[in-house]
């Protein structure tokens, strides 16, 4: 089983529309980023977490002819806006597709995207089911814990499946899961800027994670274009830190 990273960008994505900061107008290719999302692969089973409006370019790019089941880490447009695009899947695969998240977040999709609860032909047929923390999703013969994240002061999912762990939008993380993430080989945090603010982490702050948790590597994700272009990003960090890019395959 692997994990790869199909968005490494935060909600406006880089390059930001009409930006020219040294990120935004890089040529190397892992400057450009999509908004955060992420499929674990077992097999020919595909299991996407997060939805955004960048969901079918990345569906594109990366091949998928089949998704087993989508994971959502909780409502906000940059990881749910893309979920109309599961149609294609629907339609190839005659199945209503599975969909897990918060019971606060099925409540959302149901209002958001009403039609596609309804008895019409064409619309993407969600399968919603609603998981809470501590549960856990069997999918490629393994285990899919989900953890709590403190995304500023609203609760969201993260997971943990084998060693590896992915964590979106932290703010901080409850005692509760710091326990859960013990002995990990590689960790997926988000990072957002040098600053953070009140709902997503600082360098520093995610820094301070990676030396409480000691994970064998990190992946740094999340990102804004604020970090400057990737190559220095990277040259600033420790050793066994390093910077996501979305197509980066990690092994479970």
Known sequence: MYLRLLGTATSQGVPVIGCHCAACTSTDPRDQRLRASAVLCAGEARFNIDAGPDFRHQMLAAGME???????????????????????????????????????????????????????????????????????????????????????????????????????????????TLARLTDLDTLIISCLNHHGTHSHMSVEESLAYVDRLRPRRTVLFHLSHRLGPHAEFSASLPAGVEVGYDGMQLTV
Do not use: W
């Not at 893309?82 to 606060?104: E, N, S, T």
């Open 66 to 176: 089949r998704l087993d089941a989508i994971l959502l880490t909780h409502e906000h447009n940059d990881h749910t806006a893309g979920i109309d695009d599961v149609r294609p899947f629907c339609f190839m695969q005659q199945m209503d597709m599975p969909v897990y998240c918060l019971d606060r977040v099925a409540r959302e999709l149901r209002e958001r995207f009403a039609y596609a609860f309804t008895d019409y032909p064409g619309v993407p047929k969600l399968d919603v089911r609603r998981v809470d923390f501590g549960d856990r999703i069997e999918f490629g013969g393994q285990s899919v814990e989900l953890l709590r994240v403190n995304h500023g002061n609203l609760p969201i999912l993260g997971i943990r499946v084998g060693k590896l762990a992915y964590l979106t939008d932290v703010k901080t993380l409850p005692e509760e």
